[in-house]
């Protein structure tokens, strides 16, 4: 079962922690020790797994709870989100963090698992997960949207998401079904847009909900009510680099290469550090479809890939 000041500043070259990153190694040490003190004060007692979880092994939670436990009595607790949001806090401000994380976590537990949607015609969200965050046991027959990330009818309640990996067993929809549903609510959403500028050039930064980048999915409707643009005659580049974080900007010339550096800067920056990490990437997105706009082949080096280029020339001609 998965659970889904000056003294903070890094020095120099010091590297992250391999597991948690952005913590540098002491750092990570400190988070560990505290979260095994702090599930330890809940009833979860374990061990700390290396590569990022712990591995914990439940107790009651308390007479008459209907509670939720794994066949195994273990839960793996992941730390990585935590992580991302300690980073910028000072540290002094660290145990009650954690110690507020995992009483929500025991809280969770307690309840049990969500109910099932009422109504999933109304009650359904679309949303982006990334792939190896899940396992793979269970992941393998979920649409991916973009390589590496899958499209998932979810449902939020009592502050947590419920994600739907068999919507056939869970709900009684099938995929095209819950899909279905899930978009309508989706394009139903509204967002937050804001502007990053460099010399001139803009990327609209949608934010507002841990659904967010999801609008990706219904990117169509983000353009039309939210950034007030119809069938843009060369597309738009998009990134979802974490989830309540869409980068969006409309192509027109060859302001676009500059662009894309920013939004390279901008989504790098934001999945290595804030939580719930999707993509990494920027997507040329077309008529013809979703493309990346530069290369990820290690042997042959960064670069901008051919599609882009081929746009490129493009708009070069039209010039």
Do not use: C
Request: proline residues 9%; aromatic residues 4%; without cysteine.
């Amino acid at each position: 079962m998965i659970i889904h000041d000056d003294s903070t500043e890094r020095a120099s070259g010091n590297l992250s922690d391999p597991a948690l990153p952005p913590l540098s190694p002491a750092e990570a040490a400190h988070l560990v020790r505290l979260s095994l003190e702090a599930a330890a004060a809940v009833g979860l007692h374990g061990g700390y797994d290396g590569r990022g979880a712990l591995i914990l092994q439940l107790e009651p939670l308390g007479a008459g709870q209907p509670g939720t436990a794994p066949p195994d009595g273990q839960l793996e607790a992941g730390l990585t989100n935590l992580a991302r949001i300690v980073a910028n806090e000072r540290p002094d401000y660290w145990p009650r963090l954690v110690g507020e994380h995992f009483d929500r976590l025991a809280g969770l537990l307690r309840r049990g698992p969500a109910p099932r949607p009422t109504d999933p015609r109304t009650e359904l969200v679309q949303r982006l997960a990334a792939k190896d965050s899940l396992d793979p046991r269970l992941a393998d027959g979920a649409p991916e949207f973009v390589p590496g990330l899958l499209s998932l009818p979810a449902m939020s309640s009592t502050g947590a998401i419920t994600m739907y990996l068999a919507p056939e067993l869970d709900l009684g929809l099938s995929w095209a079904e819950a899909e279905s549903y899930g978009l309508r609510n989706l394009r139903a959403m509204t967002d937050r847009v804001s502007y990053a500028e460099h010399e001139g050039t803009h990327v609209a930064m949608i934010s507002g909900s841990s659904f967010a980048a999801s609008r990706a999915l219904v990117l169509d409707t983000v353009l039309r009510e939210s950034l007030h643009v119809e069938n843009p005659p060369y597309g738009v580049l998009a990134a979802m680099p974490v989830r309540d974080l869409l980068l969006v900007h409309v192509i027109s010339d060859l302001s676009v290469l500059p662009a894309l550096g920013m939004m390279l800067n901008l989504a790098g920056r934001s999945h290595a550090t804030d939580p719930g990490p999707l993509s990494p990437w920027v997507y040329l997105v077309a008529a013809d479809g979703w493309h990346l706009a530069t290369r990820i082949d290690e042997d042959a080096g960064p670069g901008l890939s051919p599609r882009f280029v081929a746009l490129l020339n493009e708009l070069d001609q039209a010039s």
